[in-house]
């Protein structure tokens, strides 16, 4: 069997494997996808008539803020959802299976490929059960082309890899599965500090550049104009840029803290 042969049968049971946790512990998914789901529900309901008078003006209704705030969660949804890959990798490899699949003639890499590639399926799936939550409240994307929904899918894909990547690595340096949880926190943190429910403009002057130079902040405005048919300015490559970034540090983290890590 070939190289490439063996790695593609490796990474498709490890796959197989993560997938199968998944079915039978869905407890972690469920609980990470609260987040998201609550903040929707909330801003929507809470706060949706006094958020779309402050961004749309007086005239504005709740449909507005919906419209506004549904690409944000949608991106909060996959930096909840990759904080289970975290704590599945640590768990992996504090409790010795990762050590016992060195002594195995399988390709190394499967091990973190069956990983991110379960936990990109995982985001996804997220994002389409949160897409119908917000369908159901009153979100419509009907300015909104073919080629622009395949580009807002696209970015979507993307930057789930990107931020799984991320925690992956996140997993490979934290001693237990609680540690990997706390580490990747700023995955649901830095949605709050952008611009997923209000206006840059409106965020106090020495918050903004916090806001602004992130890598929510491009992604969410681009998806933001992919979904309702509005422009995307400059934000388009900022977002496509920070997420083949991401991949690739978290790449060379994760890789390198796999061959390092003995246990």
């Known amino acids: 069997m070939s190289a490439l042969s063996l790695a593609v049968r490796d990474s498709a049971t490890m796959l ?3 997938l199968l946790h998944a079915r039978r512990y869905p407890s972690l998914t469920l609980n990470l996808l609260l ?6 529900l909330l801003f929507v309901y809470l706060f949706g008539d006094t958020m779309s008078a402050g961004i749309a003006g ?4 709740r449909s507005d803020y919906i419209a506004y705030v549904v690409p944000g969660i949608l991106l909060m949804t996959i930096g909840s959802t990759v904080i289970g890959a975290a704590v ?11 050590a016992r699949f060195r002594t195995m003639a399988i390709h190394r890499g499967s091990v973190l490929i069956g990983h991110v590639i ?12 949160v897409g119908a939550i917000a369908v ?18 696209g970015l979507l894909v993307l930057f789930a890899l990107a931020l799984t990547w991320i925690a992956v690595g996140m997993g490979m340096a934290s001693p237990n599965a609680e540690a990997a949880s706390n580490s990747a926190m700023p995955l649901i943190l830095l949605p709050l500090i952008s611009s997923a429910f209000i206006p840059i403009d409106s965020i106090p002057g020495w918050f903004q550049p916090i806001a602004e130079y992130q890598p929510f902040t491009p992604a969410i405005e681009t998806l933001r104009g992919l979904l309702l048919g509005t422009g995307i300015g400059h934000n388009g490559w900022l977002a496509l840029g920070w997420s083949i970034g991401l ?12 061959k390092r890590d003995p246990k």
């Open 58 to 61: 007086s005239g504005a209704d």
């Open 247 to 258: 991949t690739a540090l978290g790449y060379r983290w994760s890789t390198a803290s796999f």
């Open 16 to 18: 197989r494997r993560n």
């Open 88 to 98: 599945s990798v640590a768990t992996d490899m504090s409790e010795g299976i990762v």
């Open 118 to 129: 379960g936990s990109v399926l995982q985001s996804i799936a997220s994002v389409v059960l």
């Open 136 to 153: 159901a409240i009153g979100f419509r994307s009907t300015d909104a082309t073919a080629l622009e929904w395949l580009a807002a899918f």
């Open 35 to 40: 987040t998201p789901v609550m903040l929707l």
